[in-house]
């Protein structure tokens, strides 16, 4: 196993070597290896669902599965318009799913290091575990096992509305950011689309095991899916009735936005995408402006916060002096 120079211990933050099938430090911490995957975690906590959703639709988003660029759009927009600024970087990405943005980044020739609360970590190694730049660990953002101040890019797209504290979670990211570094992030803004059919299932949903709710949760969208597929025509009248449905309906649809991907496909992110949005543990919503205030409060600067992607975009850079780095460091400590 490549083990990453930053991965530490977290009682102890000691460096970690591998000793059979765990990875052990000096102070006598093992963290269990399984399926090749260093678990910080034994469990999935708020984020199961993600973890089994990932599991079934594990090359969905991908763009080398869908021959589309929309994950390397939406990276490189966030990244504010360039994927050349990765290369021979390292790149903690934290709650990296099935890897739709992890062999972006590796592809334009960054070190990853990946993370993601669930077990969402064995499609994510699944699907990258063979590039040599490559290293992914189950582990909770509230607690990572790295070092501080360790990496060129912390990246974090499509994760913080769902943890429990979104400003504690943005705290946590930047204390991995290097002098000079940049944290990447984005954030369901105030206008995200919560309709009464999302909300009064999803409450329903919720009360239920994680792999109870991914069940009726999908049946649901399969029986909704051929519904709206009327809709997916640019025949004149079938434009109302696609209206008509997404304002009724629970089903996500992207047609109108993603023409491109084709019915099959289409249909797949529909199915993934129903899910992820009537099972999410936590739905927070922020403003840009709400945004930049949290990352002001770590202590970043040449922050970027802007409505855009997957409702706020934002970028940041840990102070380059060292004494503002060190500020901006205990500014994250004692404000997490």
């Not at 189950?138 to 501080?148: C, H, S, T, Y």
């Not at 289409?266 to 945004?291: G, N």
Request: proline share 5%; with cysteine; charged share 20%.
């Amino acid at each position: 196993m490549n083990l990453p120079l930053e991965l530490r211990c977290i009682a102890h933050q000691q460096p970690l070597t591998e000793a059979g099938s765990s990875l052990a430090c000096t102070s006598g911490c093992a963290i269990p290896i399984v399926n090749g995957i260093p678990r910080f975690v034994d469990s999935s906590d708020y984020a199961a669902g993600f973890g089994l959703q990932w599991n079934q639709f594990r090359k969905s988003q991908l763009d080398s599965y869908t021959g589309a660029t929309i994950s390397k759009d939406r990276l490189t927009h966030a990244l504010g318009g360039s994927l050349a600024i990765l290369k021979g970087k390292t790149v903690l990405e934290v709650g990296c799913g099935a890897g739709r943005f992890t062999e972006v980044m590796l592809a334009a020739g960054a070190r990853v290091v990946a993370c993601d609360l669930s077990i969402a970590v064995e499609a994510n190694y699944a699907n990258c575990g063979a590039h040599a730049n490559y290293f992914v660990c189950q582990a909770d953002v509230r607690a990572l096992p790295f070092a501080a101040n360790s990496f060129d890019f912390v990246v974090c797209l499509g994760v913080i509305q769902h943890t429990p504290s979104p400003e504690e979670t943005i705290a946590a990211l930047a204390r991995c950011i290097k002098p000079g570094g940049m944290l990447v992030i984005d954030h369901y803004g105030p206008t995200y689309p919560t309709t009464f059919s999302r909300r009064w299932l999803r409450s329903l949903l919720l009360r239920l095991p994680p792999a109870s709710a991914k069940s009726l949760a999908l049946s649901l969208a399969r029986v909704l899916l051929p519904l709206r597929k009327l809709g997916w025509s640019q025949k004149r009248g079938r434009w109302r009735l696609r209206r008509q449905l997404q304002k009724l309906s629970p089903l996500v649809d992207y047609y109108d936005v993603y023409p491109q991907l084709g019915e099959k496909i289409l249909a797949e992110w529909a199915l993934l995408d129903t899910h992820d949005t009537l099972t999410d543990f936590y739905k927070h919503l922020r403003s840009a402006r709400q945004i930049e205030e949290v990352m002001r409060s770590c202590g970043l600067v040449d922050i970027s916060a802007y409505d855009g992607g997957n409702g706020v975009e934002a970028r940041a850079k840990s102070p380059a002096s060292p004494a503002l780095a060190e500020y901006g460091q205990a500014m994250r400590t004692e404000h997490p």
